[in-house]
């Protein structure tokens, strides 16, 4: 979230792991997104894209509750 207002989000899709990778499918769009992390407790993926001739990475973190 960007700032105090946090509002869920969902949308139906698909998945799948290939090595190191995960692929998401949904609304016609696939993602690819590194594996970082993944363990009984946590899943961390990384996400690269480039912005206007710089690259960026962002890091998400799921946590089993």
Not at 18 to 34: A, R
Request: with cysteine; glycine share 6%.
């Amino acid at each position: 979230y960007w700032d105090s207002k946090c509002s869920t989000y969902s949308e139906e899709g698909t998945w799948k792991k290939d090595g190191n990778t995960i692929t998401l499918t949904y609304s016609d769009e696939e993602v690819k997104y590194e594996i970082a992390e993944l363990t009984s407790n946590t899943l961390k993926v990384k996400f690269t894209y480039s912005e206007g001739g710089v690259s960026i990475s962002a890091v998400s973190v799921y946590k089993k509750k």
